[in-house]
């Protein structure tokens, strides 16, 4: 039946977990908490090429602040506005605290690679 095959595209996955207390540090710019476990697999980048949003309690948006290309990878940044951060290394000690991972995402490399330049 073409109507079930519609119905299925539209699936909602909900998580009932009713005896779980979730708490996170995880994005420390919000306030609240909840679990998304779709957001939760999207990774970070200095120079991300989307942006999420919390506007209603139960949902979070994603949209696309760039051009986002078919097979390419989409991102967020974890940390806010990479403008606001002094340079590779700050960002890197700040996800590396927070996150525990050191960021190779394009803006890192690239900033690396010109330090290196300068220091040669």
């Known amino acids: 039946d073409d109507d079930d095959d519609d119905e299925d595209d539209d699936e909602v996955i ?19 908490s909840g679990v998304y476990p779709l957001l939760s697999m999207i990774n970070h980048s200095c120079l991300p090429n989307s942006c999420h949003t919390s506007q209603v309690s139960t ?5 696309s602040t760039a051009s986002v290309s078919s097979g390419e990878e989409i991102s967020i940044s974890y940390i806010g506005d990479s403008q606001a951060w002094e340079g590779t290394s700050e960002r890197r000690a700040e ?15 690239r900033e690396q690679q010109q330090q290196q330049q300068e220091e040669e």
């Open 14 to 32: 909900e998580f009932e977990w009713p005896s779980v207390v979730f708490k996170s540090n995880l994005f420390s710019h919000f306030e609240g």
């Open 59 to 63: 949902e979070t948006l994603l949209f």
């Open 95 to 109: 996800l590396f605290a927070q996150y525990g991972f050191t960021c190779t995402c394009m803006l890192c490399q």
